[in-house]
């Protein structure tokens, strides 16, 4: 239980602070959306990350750490995020300019939340 605790607490820690500020009481609603929605676009990011690895891995070092450490890791799962933060965004009335941050946060850190709960709870032999 304490591992399942403290996988969760940077994150709880970042949605209380906005949760109980006064600033963002009219996005609480929107905010917890950006943060479901960044849980869900691990699933895709899992998917097309397996099809480029598979896909793309040879014999040859220099290319597989470029698979696994930039395209399939990094340039995937951002891409998603932004995607993910271009169409939500428009779907928001009244926004400033802090507002877009906050939304971009909430998409990262749920998308952070479940790959960290992957990274500990998951199979050892997963890499």
Known sequence: MKILFFTFLPALIVVLFFYFAQKFKNLKFFILKAFILGILICFPAGYINSFIIETFTNNNEINNALLYGFFAG?????????????????????LEKFDVVIFALFISLGFAVYENFGYVFGSSDNS
């Open 74 to 94: 990094g340039l995937t799962e951002e891409i998603l995020k932004f995607l993910a933060l271009l169409f939500y965004l428009p779907t928001q009335k009244k």
